[in-house]
C-alpha cells in the first residue's frame, strides 16, 4: 500500500526564506503524489500535484515540488516566504483511484 | 462558483447519541469521498461515492459510522452511540469523476464534532 511520511511536524522560517518541506512516499507503483495546504478554520486547499507529465511540478502561490524517484521523495519549496504562507502542509498519495492517503502534516511558521 | 460545503461547521454532543453530519458537493460532481481529521494528524479516508453508491467504505471504522447519498447529490455521514473517540473534524470533498487521479478532490470546511 502506498504511504507518505513528512518529515518535521513544526518548521519555522523567516519571512523572505527559502521554505522545505519535505515528504518521502512509499510505493510499489509509480505513485500519484499531492500536496495541500490547510489554512486554520478552512477546507484543504490543493497547492500541486504530480501525475508523472513532469518531474519538476509548480503550484499556486509560488510553490513547487521536485519528484525524485531515487530518492523517493516529493519536497515541497518556495523561494521566499510571505507572512500568508503560515498554515499546515499535508503530503498526500492516492491510492487506487481514489483515496487520498496524507502524512501527519507540518506546521509553516512565519518570522517577520 | 459554489465549493464544497458542510453542515454544521459544529456540533457538540453527548456521548452516545446520535448525529448527522450534512456535505454538499460541487455541483455536477459524481465523486463524494468523506474523511476524518483527528487533532495533530492527517485526515484518514472513510468512504467514496460514485453517484448513489458507496463505492468504498473500507475507511468506515465500525458499524456506528455509515453514509448514504440518495440522489446522488448530497451526502450525509450518520453516526450512532458517538463515543468520545470520535471526536474530529470530519471532512468531504468532491471531484468531477474518480476514475482519473488528474480530477482533484474538492475539500469542504469541514464539520468539527465533539463529543462530551
Known amino acids: 500500500a502506498q504511504s507518505v511520511t513528512q518529515l518535521g511536524s513544526h518548521v519555522s522560517v523567516s519571512e523572505g526564506a527559502l521554505v522545505l518541506l519535505r515528504c518521502n512516499y512509499s510505493s510499489s507503483v509509480p505513485p500519484y503524489l499531492f500536496w495541500y495546504v490547510q489554512y486554520p478554520n478552512k477546507g484543504l486547499q490543493l497547492l500541486l500535484k504530480y501525475t508523472s507529465a513532469a518531474t519538476l511540478v509548480k503550484g499556486i502561490n509560488g510553490f513547487e515540488a521536485e519528484f525524485k524517484k531515487s530518492e523517493t521523495s516529493f519536497h515541497l519549496t518556495k523561494p521566499s516566504a510571505h507572512m500568508s504562507d503560515a498554515a499546515e502542509y499535508f503530503c498526500a498519495v492516492i491510492q487506487g483511484a481514489q483515496k487520498l492517503v496524507f502524512g501527519q502534516g507540518t506546521r509553516l511558521t512565519i518570522n517577520p | 462558483g459554489a465549493g464544497v460545503s458542510q453542515t454544521p461547521s459544529n456540533k457538540v454532543t453527548e456521548k452516545g447519541k446520535y448525529v448527522e453530519l450534512r456535505c454538499d458537493p460541487i455541483s455536477g460532481h459524481t465523486a463524494l469521498y468523506w474523511y476524518r481529521q483527528s487533532l495533530g494528524q492527517g485526515p484518514e479516508f472513510l468512504i467514496y461515492?460514485?453517484?448513489?453508491?458507496?463505492?468504498?467504505d473500507s475507511g468506515l471504522p465500525n458499524d456506528r459510522f455509515f453514509a448514504v447519498r440518495p440522489e446522488g447529490s448530497v451526502s450525509t455521514l450518520k453516526i450512532q452511540r458517538t463515543e468520545r473517540g470520535d471526536s474530529a473534524v470530519y471532512l468531504c470533498?468532491?471531484?468531477?469523476?474518480?476514475?482519473?487521479?488528474?480530477?482533484?478532490?474538492?475539500f469542504g470546511p469541514g464539520t468539527r464534532l465533539t463529543v462530551l
Open positions: 461515492f460514485q453517484g448513489t453508491g458507496a463505492a468504498d
Open positions: 470533498a468532491s471531484s468531477l469523476r474518480p476514475t482519473s487521479v488528474r480530477n482533484t478532490q474538492y
